[in-house]
């Protein structure tokens, strides 16, 4: 009776208070609550989905007076992004012995390469030396495919910052971590802090400084909220920056890819133009121009979600595929297509998805894209990610139960998007396309594509956009958002949530771990002891501990978990029914749509109860 007490009375309590009052979820950072709004999304239909996205999205750019926290659009936000930029700009304008480089794990470290990408693309093009490089933990093979595990190493951050920066003078160190939580990052902070002759440390991250991850860090004697403080004392001395507005909790508990991800973007492509506006074009650095710059991110999302019922459409017919055990596609041209290969790569630790459900291809694959160690393929990444990798191992298979995207853009070759779809339509009528247009430029082809596809959400964007702010930035920001939408919805549709929650995550590094247990906790009712019992038993697919399993370390558990499948289900299934590790993956199969096997023992725990 207890337990399911506890877990309406948290449902009660969630469903009325706002995230930002003291009592809300006070023993989680913002960035792992779980989102009032999002409550029953796993109830909801694609439309509503869609609608409760866009209203978590906006709660980035929410201007509260005397609220709790620093915000996106906060007074303190703009002035520290102000000083980085006028980082960047002397780095510009002296390139010599000097480095700008960015970090981070999973998502952030995808955003650190695909922005580092789009700025040395961009001064190349001026005859300018490339300043900026990019670190991601597990290096290059991480950009397209989850190595989570990596994300727990701050030796190896550490070590990935000496080696990129060898033989610089001054380097100025952007570290992303939406949780302030990843070790490899504050292996890379601590670097820095120790060599403050060569480093300027910079955190990007969103939770307010007090709720750093303070958990030991195996082998260090820092943690990151011990680095977090110490810059904190650096930064009245501006010898290290804080970037850290916090954006609301996630609508999928934990699930940094979204707003942390976008938020990623929008504050380092800020940074960035205006740095580049200051040293090519002489435009000042100013207060006003960069909360301008911000707003108009703001705009992108309301451009974004005028089209909910078309982004709900491919919401539908992407979880039709995936209910049915078939996958969604997306093919791309140049850099829109990056933001799908990383869309594609987060479902498999943020579902439990297998890489085939989701998958990405762009023209030329990774030659294309210009990643640090060159072909992926060879790198053993799962597949190969150029259209010719598509044509060769999965045209010959899509029939119409597979969901094809295109994402093209204006100023993609046409030609070639026609000729591909001409080809994927002889497969399957199951084509769809997101294009990205200026008012007034239309392409002879888009005519024929658009009656190739079932359904196209065409955006088109004002000519006269704001200075600072490139129509390609607001092009991907855009395709982040609707392919964010479309994959979350899928896997919503097909039962991959439970209330707001990633009930199939995979348990591959002590964040995740550690978001396990909670949640097991939150379902269950029982202690964090009990429940981090049943994770084990889950992951070593015991039914007794023995001494071996309950002296390994948690890499070890991390590392096993690996090769086990639904492992939180499994652990949630025992936790409420008492069933032995057999019995709950038999019921798990009898039930493969896991928010109903979790609810059909939630249901059942409460008769059990009530009978009592
Ligand atoms: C989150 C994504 C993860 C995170 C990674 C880094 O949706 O699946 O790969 O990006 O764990 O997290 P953080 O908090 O250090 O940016």
Redesign the pocket.
Known sequence: MATVAKTEGIKAFSATHDWESADYEPTLPV?EMSNPLTRNIDRAPASSIVKMLQACDAQMFQEKSGAAYERLLSDQVAKSLMEVAKRVQLILKNPQDSLIVLS?????GRLAFFITSGFNRELRRLNHSAVCSYIIAGGDRALFS?Q?AT?DDPISGALSLKKVSEGKKRVLFIG????L??PF?AGQLDFCLQHPDVYTPVLV?FNPTHQARNEPIPGCTFTFHSVVTKMRELAKMQKAFLINPVLGPEAISG????K?GSATKILLEVVFSAAHAANFSRTPITYNGILQHMRSYGKVLDITYSQTEGIAALMEAAGRSLQCGRGLCYLSWGFLGLLGLIDAS?CK??FGADYKDIQGFVGGGCKELGSKEGDLNLMGAESGIAHIDFLHNVLPCLTDKDTVLLLYSHSDDVDEVAKLARRVREKTSNMHAVYHQTDGDTAAQQGEINKLCSSTLNFIWPQATPASMGLQHMWELSTKLVLNAVSTGAHILKGKVYQNYMIDLQVT?S?LYCRATCLLQRLSGHPKSLCEEALLKAIYQVDKLTEDIMTCNLTTHTHTARKVKKVVPLALVCLLTGYSIKEAQSHLEQKPIVREAVEACLREQTLFSGSL
């Open positions: 960035s981070g794990c999973g998502t952030s989850s989570e994300e992303i971590s939406c949780g939580s990843a990052v991250g699930s940094s890819r979204m942390g987060e630790p943020t590094n964040k």
